[in-house]
């Protein structure tokens, strides 16, 4: 078997803004999945200067899986850039110190936890994540939306705010890919079966 290795950073010959996700960020928080890839159109560096207001002191991740597309351009806002909203002012005083220093005390910043993207997930260029979203595997996130609310598996979605457009599948057929977890199988699995993977019948597959 030739089967591409999830460890090199660009997989394809001779072209070097299409690479492997997982060995190029550095960030411990950017917890990213096997052939997960990013394509941009000037430097692959540029994934992680897309990843905004995420501070160690916060303590969100971003968490991608695997066999994810994404595109250039696409930005996740991160729990750092939460501000209050039900108080009198959403102004971070507390930040700039001196006699700010104690704005805060006894109060703390929203949070919405961990932005996690599933497997086989698609997000197109331009597209933004808002803070804690999660997004199901096998969803299409369309070009330029922004996404500010949970994405369910197999559904694509569009707009600003983003809002569902169709499902992929069935009901039937979303739960049966689902319970399939075809990412989760070796690679070697994986690599005989690509030509089903690429096709529509799911009883084509092979399933021991």
């Keep these: 078997m030739n089967i591409p290795n999830k460890d090199q950073k660009f997989p394809l010959p001779n072209y070097d803004r ?16 096997d052939y997960t890839y990013y394509d941009d159109f ?10 905004k207001y995420l501070f160690d002191f916060i303590g969100d991740q971003l968490i991608i899986g695997k066999f994810c ?8 806002i991160m729990n750092g850039a939460n501000h209050l909203s039900d108080a009198i002012s959403s102004y971070p005083f507390a930040i700039f110190g001196g006699d700010w220093s104690n704005a805060m005390d006894g109060k703390s910043y929203p949070t919405k936890g961990n932005t996690e993207v599933g497997n086989d997930v698609w ?20 070009t330029k ?6 994405v369910e598996p197999y ?3 569009g707009g ?6 169709r499902k992929r599948f069935s009901k039937e057929k ?3 890919l689902l319970d399939l977890n075809w990412w989760d199988w070796p690679i070697e699995k994986i690599t005989k079966e690509v030509e089903n993977l690429t096709g529509i019948a799911i009883a084509e597959l092979n399933k021991k």
């Design 42 to 51: 000037e430097t692959v560096e540029n994934f992680e200067k897309n990843v």
């Design 160 to 165: 600003n705010p983003a809002k569902e457009i």
């Design 69 to 76: 597309m994404i595109a250039s351009d696409v930005t996740f």
């Design 145 to 150: 939306s922004v996404v500010t609310s949970d």
């Design 174 to 176: 979303i739960q049966e």
């Design 155 to 157: 559904s694509i979605v």
């Design 123 to 142: 997000i197109g260029y331009g597209a933004t994540i808002m803070p804690g979203v999660k997004i199901g595997d096998g969803a299409i996130i369309a």
């Design 18 to 33: 299409l690479c492997f996700l997982k060995n190029v960020v550095k960030n411990p928080n950017i917890i990213v999945g």
